[in-house]
């Protein structure tokens, strides 16, 4: 059985435990190694990401904590009953998710904040091992293009067929719904790609999605 989440040591993707090491260096007091799961007990709504940031989960150890982009989406998943407590910016502030699992598609921090397609498809393993294991998830939300796609390569399906582009939904061959939102990321909300009001537009229709 595949583990749902990278040995600490991993070494699967060359390039990024070399990045890793020098982070270690760095950084001696960041987390540094391949970013776990996070989840409530038993998710209906899965958040789906594309890497940790070198000062956000690379340093927690917690998927998206401590960077901009958590900022927004702690916010918007307690605003919207996902989470509850404040969240800190620290993996240890408290903060729970209810009915919520938030993962990445690669679990180490990447150079430039960019996964090679090659390393996405190495730590595809661990993310079908996530699905598999968090089989009772009734809504997905996809935060941007390459996790998106990186998602779709765990179904049998085209992925043209299942276009990405914010708010879009889908329904996966395994009855699952699919919700897919631009990243919230600092760049894509100081250039109004994304606003706080469109991010919580797609937690409230994955709520109501729960519900049909």
Known sequence: MVATDPAPNCSKCPRLKSFRKQAQKKYPDFFNAP?????????RVMVVGMAPGMKGAN?????????????????TLIRQGFAAGTYGHDAQDGL??????????????PPQNKPTA??????????????????????????????HNAFLSCFDV???DYPFGHGIKHELPTGQRLLASYHC???NVNTNVLTPEMFDEIFRRARQLLSD
């Not at 401590?66 to 927004?72: C, K, N, R």
């Open 118 to 147: 090659q390393e996405v498809n190495n730590c595809r393993r661990y993310l079908q091992a996530t699905l598999k294991h968090f089989s009772e998830v009734e809504v997905f939300v996809t935060l941007g293009g390459i996790a």
């Open 96 to 109: 729970s998710l209810i009915d919520c699992a938030i993962v990445n598609v690669v679990r180490c921090v």
């Open 35 to 43: 970013v776990p799961n996070w989840a409530a007990a038993r998710p």
């Open 185 to 187: 990321s600092r760049y």
């Open 59 to 75: 340093r927690t150890g917690r998927p998206f904590t401590g960077d901009f982009a958590g900022d927004l989406l702690f916010q």
């Open 158 to 160: 085209r992925k043209r």
